[in-house]
């Protein structure tokens, strides 16, 4: 061993489960096999960075929203803690359609990690034990247990790898080089040489944060205030929407300006990003801003959000400046911008580098294809945000506990779910760089959306058995009432009265020369189902989410007809399975890249195999030629 522990001990506490890192991945890893009956231990480098923001102060946005929702319905944790502890809340692209709505809160950070903690600490069957994992334990391709750096031997049969941001961290800016984690805490320096003697394929990833300014120091009369919604909706669906109609914190809208474009260009020869200091692939969707400089050069100025990082702190997060410039060029590039001239600089903005998987080494539940029991989930697995953690943690922790119950995985398709397109992304697609949920990646977006994530996932949740019955019949009575009122609507005529006539006049609707039923009218881009409740009168009194759910039914009902269909089509890949222990070289009509890329993915699928990149649509006739003769030679 490489680290100095003095000797090997077995620590006598029998676990099932247990949880490396207690981020945001590993926060739902560990409940999630708690939950589920499972003694648990979760392992953190610090029990003060339990659930920890590191980075910016808010809970979903566009796309991440659709995972917190999703994360909720399967019964998770993020939704039910952000909405206890958030200091605004906006509903992002509600100009646009419902798709693409996705709600976003600002976190007080502080409280956030604090209430996710006292969570851990009060579930059933969870221990914390602040201390480094060092090296997993393996017995002829199983998990047998882990060990720590004090030499403590800790037996379980499942293992979940959650640890962010840590493995052989080094935070940079300019020439200064620091071996920590995010915010100083300590790195996790020793079981990267664990898992490579493993087989696992590491990567170097780098992802970055900018710096916390005093809000004393900062002249908001120079900014655009950005206020929450008058209405909030909350994350969770069992939170009572009442709760979160709170006295919300305002944030700020500044932006760079050449000033600050020609700082940072004059100082670019000091920046690690650029000097090949950082050997870490950064993010494309989320870059510094020295990269936005350099690769948009036709922008004269880009937007900075300058938002709270709690109420009972002075620090500022300055959202899109992100940076690893020495701290001389900090100053200056903050200060060039309209409101920050005075700024004083709490905190440096840096980057960090840190030591992630190849995701394509794991199944499409999470779990590693070479080592049994042995799971992984989050920042680790090449992917970026919280919220994209979050829902990795959550599968794994699920899975590891199927595992153990000797179970089938649970695995939300591309057609069920963000988090199935997000974990389908990362198992089978090849990525350098820090991988980033968005709504472009999802091909059934209009079916998945945050509004209907406990309609699509809830069930499952109650089937793995995080929803108890009551929030199940609740979801039951949901589809009820949603289903009789599409119908009752879809069968109840409206005539051409004066009163129909004044009510479609005042929203600057045609006026009707005959008669029509209100799912017509609903269908009208200017008008919907609220808005008709004056001449409806035999509308029944619904809940909120059920009367949103009707009015998106009926206005995109034709759309969503033809993505149904196409997801009936994707349904039938992806049901024409792959057996585990094909052999693709003995498939001659396949190109060679395309028998390399099957070989190592070992797709689930061929709904799966179709979207392994050097797979072709011909490679793809070919294996169905091979599979449909390779069944018909086993039912002989």
């Known amino acids: 061993m490489k680290y100095s522990a003095n000797s090997v001990w077995e620590n006598k506490d029998e676990y099932d489960v247990a949880v490396i890192g207690a ?13 589920l009956g499972f003694r648990t231990v979760v392992f953190t480098v610090s029990v003060d960075s339990i659930a920890l923001m590191p980075c910016n102060p808010n809970i979903g946005g566009s796309s ?6 999703e994360v909720d319905a399967l019964g998770g944790e993020m939704g039910k803690v952000i909405d206890r502890t958030f200091i605004q809340s906006k509903m992002l692209n509600q100009s646009k359609g419902p798709a693409v709505h996705s709600l976003r809160a600002q976190a007080d950070k502080a409280d956030y990690s604090r209430a996710m903690r006292q969570v851990l600490e009060t579930q059933p069957g969870l221990d ?25 031997i800790y037996h379980c049969r499942a293992v979940v790898l959650c640890t962010g941001t840590y493995l052989k961290a080094r935070c940079i800016y300019g020439d200064v080089s620091t071996h920590t ?16 003697s493993l087989g696992i394929k590491m990567y170097r990833f780098k992802t970055g944060t900018p710096a916390r300014i005093d809000r004393n120091s900062i ?11 008058e209405r909030v909706v909350p994350f969770s669906f069992t939170t009572d929407p009442e709760d979160v109609q709170i006295d919300q914190v305002s944030c700020w809208l500044t932006y760079t300006n050449e000033t600050t474009h020609e700082i940072i260009r004059n100082n670019l020869d000091r920046s690690p990003l650029f000097s090949g200091a950082i050997e870490g692939t950064g993010p494309r969707y989320c870059p510094s801003i020295e990269d936005k400089v350099v690769k948009f050069p036709d922008k004269n100025r880009h937007q900075v959000f300058i938002e709270p990082e709690g109420i009972h702190t002075t620090e500022m997060y300055v959202g899109g400046m992100s940076s690893s410039l020495p701290e001389d060029v900090q100053y200056a590039m903050y200060r060039s911008v309209p409101g920050l001239e005075n700024a004083k600089i709490v905190r440096n903005a840096y980057a960090i580098e840190y030591d992630c998987i190849d995701a394509r080494q794991l199944k499409p539940t999470l779990e590693f294809k070479n080592i049994e029991g042995l799971f992984s989930g989050g920042q680790f697995n090449g992917s970026s945000g919280y919220e994209e953690a979050a829902a990795q943690g959550l599968i794994a922790g699920i899975n590891a506990a199927r595992k153990l119950q000797g179970k089938e995985g649970i695995v939300i398709d591309r057609s069920q779910g963000y988090i199935g397109v997000l974990i389908d992304d990362l198992v089978t697609k090849e990525s350098h760089e820090p991988y980033r949920m968005m709504t472009s990646r999802a091909e059934y977006r209009l079916l998945l959306r945050q509004d209907n994530a406990d309609l699509r996932l809830t069930e499952i949740g109650h089937e793995v058995g995080l929803i108890d019955e009551k929030r199940y019949q609740n979801l039951l009575k949901k589809e009820e009432q949603i289903a009789q009122e599409i119908d009752r609507v879809n069968h109840t005529n409206v005539g051409t009265s004066e009163k129909v006539q004044q009510l479609l ?30 001449i409806d009168e035999d509308r029944p009194d619904l809940p909120w989410d059920v009367a949103e759910q009707v009015n998106i039914n009926i206005k995109y ?4 007809k033809r993505q149904m269909k196409q997801v009936e089509q994707f349904k039938k890949l992806e049901n024409r399975k792959i057996p585990e222990n094909i052999d693709y070289n003995e498939i001659q009509s396949l190109r060679i890249e395309a028998k390399q890329k099957l070989s190592q993915i070992r797709p689930a699928s061929i709904g799966q195999a179709s979207r392994i990149s050097g797979v072709s649509p011909a490679d793809i006739s070919v294996l169905l030629v091979y599979l449909s003769a390779a069944r018909k030679t086993s039912d002989k």
């Open 557 to 560: 009902e034709g759309y969503i």
């Open 64 to 69: 991440k929203g659709h995972l917190v929702r």
């Open 23 to 35: 981020g945001h991945a590993g926060c739902e890893a560990a409940l999630a096999a708690a939950r």
């Open 505 to 534: 006049d005042s929203y600057g609707s045609t006026r009707l020369t005959s008669g029509t039923t209100l799912a017509e009218l609903i269908r009208r881009p200017e008008l919907s189902y609220d808005k008709l409740k004056e």
């Open 219 to 229: 002249d908001f009369s120079r900014m655009e205030e950005q206020k929450g919604d």
């Open 181 to 196: 984690g995010p915010n100083g805490l300590q790195s996790a320096n020793y079981l990267t040489d664990s898992l490579k």
């Open 128 to 152: 914390i034990r602040q201390m480094e994992v060092t090296d997993l334990l393996t017995e002829d391709g199983h998990i047998t247990g882990v060990q720590t750096y004090s030499g403590a």
